[in-house]
């Protein structure tokens, strides 16, 4: 078999010779997509928010605060999250774009608006990116983010690097599961995933998904990324926590049957909190996209259902407003 994969190392179950893939065993069969596909446009899937979108997003939404020094974590919408870590900021999986595609005029379109733009956000030092599914990676915000912040280093895993090369991106560091990067007082950890990675009908699996950990003085954080659940999810809290903070999916979950491979519903999330010893917890991937059958509102509802049923009644995993903050330290 040809080696196309320059990463390739024989002694790691997530490499393939032609690119990478989960350790778990596949669920889905051939057809699965248009058997979903069909059913979701036959039933009429997602409806609308039960109180209607505008309503929905006076609920779940407000312009991002960014005064002050404290140390903080935002959450602006899906997966998009900023850290302030001692006057330095980490931006992660940032789309503040109107789509989430490869052009803009077909495609997931934003239900909610973005809690702020690129011109206004302060000085990024450090970018993470997930992986390449368009709802993770925007073309239009990276553009931006690499023309303004032109020292800002960008940290991706394998086989993403290369995509950068048509931005002024000027530091792009791959990293494997496990491997780190130091940056003065952080280090960066790209962490296991149960997802996969595609932006063209021929470059499936080519490179890799990962979630990410920080560790900084003030704070250990973790960002799952895009994951069905896996215990590989359990052994990130292992081998680098405790977590102070966990930034876990709750949403893109419907149907389970087509979904439960590649993210979490809001019961595994909660699971996995109480695996990773109950760290405060920022939900995240949902809100913006209608990217399953679930409609916008139904995540933070199942939260609250999936909580009850764990018989968690004192937590730390209360969703957040899109633009809204975490502070962290003892002001929080």
């Not at 439960?260 to 990773?276: A, G, I, N, T």
Request: hydrophobic fraction near 35%.
């Amino acid at each position: 078999m040809k080696i196309t994969n320059k990463y390739y190392d024989a002694n790691k179950a997530h490499h393939t010779p032609q690119g990478f893939r989960n350790p778990e065993p596949t669920l889905h069969e051939k057809g699965d997509l248009k058997r979903w596909q069909d059913e979701r446009k036959k039933l009429g899937l997602p409806r609308p928010p039960q109180a209607g979108y505008a309503q929905f997003t006076q609920r779940w939404w407000q312009q991002a605060d960014l005064s002050g020094c404290q140390d903080s974590v935002w959450w602006l919408g899906h997966a998009s999250v900023l850290l302030r870590l001692g006057g330095r900021y980490v931006l992660i999986d940032p789309v503040l774009s109107h789509r989430a595609s490869p052009v803009n005029f077909y495609g997931p379109k934003r239900k909610t608006p973005p809690p702020l733009t690129v011109q206004q956000l302060p000085a990024v030092d450090v970018v993470l990116i997930s992986h390449n599914h368009y709802d993770h990676l925007d073309r239009k915000t990276i553009r931006e983010l690499s023309k303004r912040f032109r020292s800002a280093t960008f940290i991706v895993p394998l086989g993403l690097k290369s995509w950068f090369s048509r931005y002024p991106a000027k530091r792009v560091v791959e990293l494997d599961w496990w491997e780190s990067l130091t940056l003065d007082d952080m280090s960066f950890y790209a962490t296991p995933a149960r997802h996969w990675s595609m932006r063209t009908p021929w470059d499936r699996n080519r490179s890799l998904w990962c979630g990410f950990v920080i560790h900084h003085p003030a704070l250990r954080f973790y960002f799952s990324g895009d994951s069905g659940y896996s215990e590989q999810l359990v052994e990130i809290g292992s081998r680098l926590g405790p977590f102070d903070i966990a930034a876990l999916p709750i949403g893109a979950y419907a149907p389970r049957w087509f979904m439960q491979e590649q993210h979490m519903d809001p019961q595994q999330s909660v699971m996995l909190y109480q695996q990773l010893n109950q760290p405060r917890v920022i939900p995240i991937h949902w809100g913006v996209f209608e990217l399953a059958d679930e409609s916008l509102d139904e995540p933070p509802e199942q939260l609250i259902h999936a909580l009850s049923s764990a018989g968690i009644e004192e937590h730390r995993f209360h969703p957040l407003k899109i633009g809204e903050r975490m502070d962290i330290g003892p002001t929080s």
